[in-house]
């Protein structure tokens, strides 16, 4: 006999949160036929295979750690899931066609060709299921980037047509209009007018001479456009001679991110463009982890030499203001918590710059345990946000962050990316949970000392 | 043919009692390393055995074989064995010499023909028959010969057991050992250089008493004295165990009397009793005397590289051969990566 | 020979206590089940000067015998009663075997039956004579 | 020649021919990819100090994942200490190096190697059970996984069989325990035990990189 406890409703129409197999979807673009399929995803993972990618690929141990890292696994317990495993098609190509012993393997047929099957299968496991936050590139006991090996395999995925249709679709988008919500430049110019009036703040648009150029995630400009304006207001306050291009704004990079290294260096170089036309010292990357990561660390390669000024993710640029005086900030009696976007502090390098911030705006901070660069990851990152049927899993995954932040008890939850924003948001709504991301720039924008030098 | 007597009778005729023979069955099962369990069936075998004949052949050795026995051949419980039995040819030993010496062997193996016993000590030269005769005859003829008509042959010493010293490399001879010449009659191998004496008279003993050949080794070799080696048996073993090795002739450890493993002691591998039975009348052996063992009664001792070199070093030629080793990686790297390298460019292009 | 001192200072090579350790025990088999146990010495290890440190570990009992057949032999009773000592020699006085006992009485020291005939035989014929 | 001379002379002759090459093979097979520049303005120095750095820190787990891998973790501790210990502090094993180094080094007693050796076998046992259970390892693990545990198990325990005397002869057991030996030293540099060289590359290259990032290594 069954008893029912009359206190708690049902709600049949909610969705469940226990986890569900994702639906097996495997999306396709273009009409190639399978053959062209596989030689384009061949092509695309073999380029990549250099001496630094062979020997993280050769160096697998099988130990299974990773598992242990990724929050996917840890959620779900599936073992496919395993950061490896998601490398697998990658690293059986890498055997079979340019390894060592590649020979052999193909002689005595030890690693199988990838075929069309695989390479639908891995679409799930290579894009649902990895938001490329790194958290396993930093178990491996033999030190393996399995994250950037992701983002690799992701070129062959992309050129094989084999990626989610969300993302292809915003990445498709990114590169047809320079904006993956569709953002023009008028529709740009238009918000920061808005912006302008709103805040009260001088904003400036299309200078031919700057130092420095500020640039704009999509997701701000339509969903946070406070931001510009924040920006603004901390730029204006440090003396800089600053301003926003129109030719130059959009900081995302959707073609990293699907996996389309043409699309990538299309989205860099209109940004190193517009900063070389305006004789600009630095770029301000606005609050986005992956912009900062397309930007500062692979900018330069995509550029072929290095590049004529320096990149600063705003974090950065406001702790280096706040430390040699250009800004001051007032203190803010609360206490605060702090999520590290993984491209930018662990990947990135960038975790102090926060942490410095936060100690001058002399607030109670309160580092999550295992914080920092063992950070969990928000789940949207890696372009994961976009793909809509990833998002059971994508709440699923949030319940380690959301313990992760609870525990800090913290009257404020901070972080520095407009990504990991929106996916806190949309889990937020869904849990209908206590916290509300904000943002570290919006608090030092609204607690500037308003006579500062 | 007449019949010889019994050994009971042998030693009843010399006045023994009865207390004496059980006490000699009691060294005599410690001889052939049986439990004093067994001293009741030892005494009755002992006393209906028949006194056999033997013919002792020698061949290329040195008569440290025959030296070594005769060490033992003052009136003990060992030699009463030789009274027990009739030593009928042994051209060291007995006072004929020539043709009739050569008349006593021929008589001995007509008259026990089918049951006389055959010893042999040193190797067979196959090279030339000159190489080594007796009474003009080659050692290979004498040894067809006489083993034709014998119950069994016993190969005394590394040389006839193994090849020995003769045989060693590059055996110039073409010695040989026994067992590689005489395949339908048993052979017992007793190898050493020389055998233990008690482990010669104690296979006689075993032969004499129990009328049948001993349990072999792979080697065959009686287990009952090569059936465990002298490190196991070796009371210096303790010391292997907690690691306490000599490292020269003349240090600590070895005044100590700690383990000679790493002065080459070929013990662990060696099957012998020296570690028990002992030489000299059970004085020592050589480990005791701080001497590693040679392993001389393991086939081709001479040959297993330096007496002094540890056991457990690898046999390695000079590093050039490594050294082509590591050339040949470094090229089959090269042509790896630039087969891979053309592999990516193949499918660049392809893509 | 070995004298005491050196006998104190014989170096440990360990394979005295294992052999005393299977002496307890036949002491407990022969208590228990009547019995007997005998330890060859020739068949076991034994380092310079081990042999005497047992001897003179085991001690002496109250018994103490000569027996002359084919050599000498010293049977005697150790420190430990049911433990013997039997050291057999040659004619020539060399030590052709070394036991230890563990019995009530070694075998060898009963009269055997053909000794006791033949001493018969020998008794009745000096009496006829 | 027996078993035991073709074991120590020949056999152990062309594994060693055949170690040497394989790992050189691989290693200049990786090494001579084509290499990616990374024209990217460095936050600190890279190089070879950062390879190092993380050639060692990479050997102890970051505070965060210990819960979750102290049990392999310590298993593999176990075992790789223990087969250490074995190989270069075992004094029979150290006076086969000498054979061609030319030096030595003091070693450990022999009980305390067999209690090393069992200790680590156990763990390997451990391992592989961990292997044959865990549906993560289950999934990503292949025949080299399991060949490569076989083959270095095997010295570890034809190594301890041999004082134990099972059933076999001391020189039969000597030349098994080389052979295994020998078949070890043919696998190693070409499946998964390659990492013995590896794992200096692959932690090094993301010292390099990482540490040239400013990023946690």
Known sequence: MTTVDGRHTLDREAERLAYKPPEIRHDKQGDMEDEARINAAMHHFVKNFNTQTASYLDGCLHCGMCADACHYHVRTDDPRYTPIWKIELFKRTYKRQVGPFAFFYRLLGLKRHVTIDDLEEWQHLLYDSCTVCGRCSLVCPMGIDIAGLVSMARHGMFKAGLIPHELHEVAKKSAETGSPLGITPEKFEDRVEWMADEHDVEIPMDVEQADVLAVMSSIEIQKYPQSIAATAKILNAAGETWTFRTDGFEATNFGMLSGNPDWQKVATMKLIDAAIKIGAKMIVLPECGHAYMALRWQGANMYGKPLPFKVMHISEYMADALEKGKIRVKHVPKSVTYHDPCQVSRRGGATKAARVVLDHLGVDFREMQFGGDYNWCCGGGGGVVTITRADGLRRRVFKLKMDQVEKTEADELLSSCANCRQSFDDSQEYFNWDYKMGSLMEMVAENLEEDGS | ?351 | MTGPEEVRNTPFYGNVGPLLNEVLHAVDRLLETDEPTTIDLAGLPFGPGELEHLEATLGTGELSCKLDALGTSRIRETAYPGVWWLEHRNPHDEVVGRYIEITRTPEILSSQEADITAGRARLEDQLTT | MDLLEFARGPALQVAAYILVAGTIWRIVGILLLREKPDYSEPRARGGLGAALKVIYSRSFTATPFKPATLYPKMLAYVMHIGLFAVVLLFVPHIMFFEGFLGFSWPGLPNNAIYVLGVASVASAVALLVRRLTSPVLRLISNFDDYFSWFVSTLPLVTGLIIPLRIGFRYEDLLAIHILSVVLLMIWLPFGKLGHTFLVFITRGTTGMVFERRGART
């Open chain 2, 1 to 351: 043919m007449k019949k010889r007597p019994t050994v009971g009778e042998v030693l009843q005729a010399k006045g023994v009692s009865r207390r004496g023979f059980l006490k000699y069955c009691a060294t005599t099962a410690s001889i052939l390393a049986l439990p004093p369990s067994m001293i009741p069936r030892i005494a009755a075998a002992i006393e209906s055995a028949r006194r056999p004949s033997v013919i002792w052949l020698s061949f290329q050795e040195c008569t440290g074989c025959t030296e070594s026995l005769t060490r033992s051949a003052s009136p003990t419980v060992e030699g009463l064995i030789f009274d027990a039995i009739s030593l009928d040819y042994h051209h060291t030993l007995q006072a004929a010499s020539g043709d009739q010496a050569e008349a006593a062997r021929h008589a001995a193996m007509e008259e026990n023909h089918g049951s006389y016993l055959v010893l042999v000590d040193g190797s067979i030269p196959l090279g030339n028959p000159g190489y080594s005769t007796i009474a003009g005859i080659s050692n290979l003829d004498m040894l067809k010969e006489t083993v034709e008509g014998a119950a069994a042959v016993v190969a005394i010493g590394s040389c006839a057991a193994f090849g020995g010293i003769p045989g060693a490399d590059p055996n110039p001879t073409g010695a040989v050992a026994v067992d590689e010449l005489v395949t339908d009659k048993p052979v017992i191998n007793v190898p050493g250089c020389p055998p233990i004496p008690m482990v010669m008279t104690a296979v006689l003993t075993q032969f004499l008493t129990f009328g049948q050949l001993p349990e072999l080794d792979k080697h065959g070799r009686p287990l009952a004295f090569y059936g465990q080696t002298i490190h196991d048996r070796c009371y210096r073993r303790p010391f292997y165990e907690q690691g306490k090795f000599a490292e020269t002739f003349d240090d600590e450890g070895a005044k100590a009397g700690w383990c000679l493993y790493k002065l080459g002691c070929k013990g662990p591998i060696t099957y012998n009793a020296c570690a028990t039975a002992k030489w000299n009348s059970g004085t020592s052996f050589p480990i005791e005397g701080g001497h590693p063992c040679l392993g001389c009664s393991e086939p081709a001792f001479w040959d297993k590289g330096g007496f002094y070199n540890p056991l457990s070093t690898g046999k390695f030629d000079s590093g050039t051969k490594l050294a082509g080793a590591a050339a040949a990686g470094v090229a089959m790297g090269v042509v790896a990566a630039a087969a891979g390298r053309r592999r990516q460019d193949k499918f660049t292009r392809e893509g």
